[in-house]
């Protein structure tokens, strides 16, 4: 089921009609920060409460929703440390409120345990992670790619997750609107792994009209007289159970503990065995249906470049100077990097057309185990700790080797 929304929709838990003096939606032509269009993604997919720390490179979507969101009649809160940050918009969440918090590097590693508790609780939430050069403070104004595997493994345990890669502006708005809905269509905390250059980047982006903006809703229990009882984690065929929220008539339990299909703790290997395969496999089976990517130049290419973020920017430029110079090279764009597209990666290698992968990264090749798991073909990689980008003519010359 799919809605839209209108300009003026309110948030679910707030009415306030005094306070709403700005549309949700700014439809149009602008140039935008891409930090910025990411908070006007979020406040167009009906985001309803931001609770944030200020971190370098993400303070501006904070500071921009700062403005926005009591023109808009929704709540703002800075919190006192990303702990907190974290805690706040899950129980936002279990209340019925779209909620969203911003973050870099050593806030996101602050906020693990409570992401490992929304994906316990199957709580719907969104982070947005604009990275750094890492690890520690490291280089807090420069761009970094290192926090790939740690949004995937960052907490402790099994549990599926989904993050996107915006490589543009215009991605940072239509991405946080797409992992709004992915949150509250699979019930998963759903990360939004910007980086510095493209955070801070100005380009053109255009807003939709407000009926154009896709709305999944949330799943709800049956609520009609003579439904059948309500438990709040018996899943349907999806592997995803409907919600009931706080204050809705339903008794609501939710723990952070192994627990039953009421919510309730179950300590049983049994139970936390079966309870832990869906809360995996519900991520795991829909993977078609939730992975994006971007081909460009595939469908005889020899050479594969597999990038994402600011790092695809470099990449496309590459893979246009290597075709004009006769070399049958192309480019896959993740724009999810979670779930890994491994079924396109082993397409290409059972193709037969592919000789190598050239995977550049900002970082020390978290992303280039992913490929080199899937196949026994030569994987080249072009890495930098952070602080800058790779140069395409780096790129170029893996290519050509």
């Not at 930090?35 to 971190?55: K, R, V």
């Not at 006192?80 to 806030?107: Q, V």
């Not at 407000?210 to 009609?224: L, M, N, T, Y």
Request: hydrophobic share 40%; with cysteine; charged share 25%.
């Amino acid at each position: 089921m799919v809605e839209t929304l209108s300009a003026d929709r309110p948030p679910a838990r707030i009415d306030d009609e005094a306070r709403r003096t700005q549309p949700r939606v700014r439809t149009g032509v602008h140039f935008m920060l891409g930090d910025h269009a990411c908070a006007e993604g979020a406040l167009a997919a009906g985001l309803d409460f931001f609770a944030g720390y200020p971190i370098t490179p993400s303070t501006e979507i904070a500071e921009h929703l700062a403005t926005r969101m009591p023109e808009v009649g929704a709540s703002f809160v800075q919190m006192e440390d990303e702990l907190a940050s974290m805690a706040a918009i899950i129980g936002a969440s279990a209340a019925g409120a779209r909620s969203l918090t911003a973050t870099s590097g050593p806030g996101f590693s602050l906020m693990m345990e409570n992401v490992g508790l929304a994906a316990m609780m199957e709580v719907p939430c969104v982070v947005a992670n604009v990275q750094r050069a890492s690890p520690s403070t490291g280089l807090p104004t420069m761009v970094g790619q290192s926090d790939i595997l740690q949004a995937r493994w960052g907490s402790h345990g099994d549990y599926g997750i989904i993050a996107y890669c915006p490589a543009s502006p215009q991605e940072c708005f239509d991405l946080t609107v797409e992992a709004f809905n992915a949150a509250d269509r699979y019930r998963v905390p759903v990360f939004i792994l910007m980086d510095e250059i493209v955070g801070h980047m100005t380009e053109r982006v255009i807003i939709p009209e407000a009926s154009e903006i896709p709305h999944v809703p949330r799943k709800k229990p049956d609520f009609s007289p003579g439904a059948k009882r309500f438990l709040g984690y018996a899943a349907d065929d999806d592997l995803v159970p409907p919600i009931a929220h706080a204050g809705e008539g339903y008794k609501v339990h939710m723990t952070g503990l192994t627990h039953d299909e009421k919510g309730y703790p179950a300590m049983s290997p049994d139970t936390h065995h079966q309870l832990v395969n869906r809360l995996v496999d519900k991520i795991r089976l829909n993977a078609s249906a939730i992975e994006r990517y971007e081909e460009f130049e595939l469908d005889d290419a020899e050479v594969v470049v597999v990038s994402f973020g600011c790092t695809a920017r470099s990449a496309r430029r590459a893979v246009r100077e290597a075709r004009a110079a006769g070399i049958k090279c192309g480019l896959l764009r993740l724009i999810t990097v979670w779930p890994f597209p491994e079924g396109r990666i082993r397409r290409l290698v059972e193709a037969g057309k592919v000789q190598r992968f050239v995977v550049p990264e900002i970082n020390l090749g978290q992303l280039r185990r992913e490929v080199e798991r899937l196949t026994n073909l030569p994987v080249r990689r072009l890495n930098h700790a952070g602080g800058s980008m790779p140069k395409p003519d780096e790129i170029l010359e893996l290519i050509r080797s």
